[in-house]
Nanobody, 122 residues
Framework: QVQLQESGPGLVKPSQTLTLTCTVS??????????WSWIRQSSGKGLEWMGA???????YYGPSFKGRTSISRDTSKNQFTLQLSSVTPDDTAVYYC??????????????WGQGTQVTVSS
């Protein structure tokens, strides 16, 4: 059973870079045809797909996040990482990592992490 777990700071100051890591167990992030995504949900908003890294290592970003988002992976640790630069209080949200065969996923299922709350505040 594949499991995903997010980790990272719960509090980030404005203008800093947020870095979150998703650790995957029970399956490899290089397994063919799976995409490994980051999704977030702000208070009062729906789920937003931020981007993904595919099984080949190719990265994809949502239009709203292109330019200040970077997703990378460490295959030796079976982890993938989100970096979001120049954060503002609007980036306060619960951040999820997920696995899916579809590139864009916003439907929670058993292959999502539990989510981690990130607050942007000075």
């Amino acid at each position: 059973q594949v499991q995903l777990q997010e980790s990272g700071p719960g509090l980030v100051k404005p203008s800093q870079t947020l870095t979150l890591t998703c650790t995957v167990s029970g399956g490899s992030i290089t397994t063919d045809y799976y995409y490994w995504s980051w999704i977030r949900q702000s208070s009062g908003k729906g789920l937003e797909w931020m981007g993904a890294i595919g099984y080949s290592g190719r990265t994809y970003y949502g239009p709203s996040f292109k330019g200040r988002t970077s997703i990378s992976r460490d295959t030796s640790k079976n982890q993938f990482t989100l970096q979001l630069s120049s954060v503002t209080p609007d980036d306060t949200a619960v951040y999820y990592c997920a696995r899916d065969r579809s590139l864009v996923t916003i439907t929670p299922n058993q292959y999502w992490g539990q989510g981690t709350q990130v607050t942007v505040s000075s």
